[in-house]
């Protein structure tokens, strides 16, 4: 089955530590995304790629950084420099329905708690 | 500035009960208007998708409506069941030049189906 594959599911980071949420897609999609979510708050961007070897800054790119050397995989490093990294984050690629639209196909996430 | 506001922030209704949440932007240029529904700990998963010349959208037991004069969104469930307790989230997308488009994550709407 196609999909996105985030892992690990829950992680740990102590403070000062740096760590990478792994984003696989099976979907053969261009661009995929990074979002951060906290509660009651909606879903920000923090970066995205549309294609190979390419990525942008989103809303809230500060302490974090992407690379995206295959087309499948684009992870994500959050960076010591991130001083309140506790957050849901969310993994997406862009898909493209039958009525010409785009629209998102999203991970199941990873919860990162600073210990 | 791009926002997406959802009402009610949360909901609690019984089992077999009908409800109706509702999603206004400020989005322009407009491009679609997704619905998804998120569970928690999960991603979010779609649920309707419209453009600007549909104003109503049905997936099983949810209805999406959309007025694009008065740039406001319904999400109708009925008949609700235990597993509709969830997030549902309001997604509106811009376009921009190049034809990338830039989504608005709405906070979403937290409705609980009791027993």
């Known amino acids: 089955d196609g999909g996105i594959t985030q892992s690990p599911k829950y992680l740990f980071r102590k403070e000062g530590q740096n760590v990478t949420l792994s984003c696989e897609q099976n979907?053969?999609?261009?661009?995929m995304y990074w979002y951060r979510q906290d509660p009651g708050q909606g879903l920000r961007l923090i970066y995205y790629s549309q294609i190979v070897n390419d990525f942008q800054k989103g809303d809230i790119a500060e302490g974090y950084s992407v690379s995206r050397e295959k087309k499948e995989s684009f992870p994500l490093t959050v960076t010591s420099a991130q001083k309140n990294p506790t957050a849901f984050y969310l993994c997406?690629?862009?898909?493209?329905?039958?009525?010409?639209?785009?629209?998102?196909?999203f991970g199941s996430g990873t919860r990162l708690t600073v210990v | 500035k791009n926002q997406v506001e959802q009402s009610p922030q949360s909901l609690i209704i019984l089992e077999g009960k009908n409800c109706t949440l509702q999603c206004n932007y400020t989005v322009s240029p407009f491009s679609n208007l997704r619905w998804y529904k998120q569970d928690t700990g999960r991603g979010p998963v779609s649920l309707t998708i419209?453009?600007?010349?549909?104003n109503t959208k049905s997936n099983g037991r949810y209805t999406a409506t959309l007025d694009a004069d008065t740039k406001q969104s319904s999400l109708h469930i009925t008949a609700s069941q235990l597993s509709d307790s969830a997030s549902y989230i309001c997604?509106?997308?811009?376009?921009?030049?190049?034809?990338?488009?830039?989504?608005?994550f709405g906070r979403g709407t937290s409705l609980i189906v009791h027993p």
């Open positions: 997406a690629s862009k898909v493209r329905d039958k009525e010409a639209a785009y629209g998102y196909t």
């Open positions: 997604v509106v997308s811009g376009s921009r030049s190049g034809g990338s488009y830039i989504p608005t």
């Open positions: 979907l053969n999609h261009d661009a």
């Open positions: 419209m453009t600007f010349s549909e």
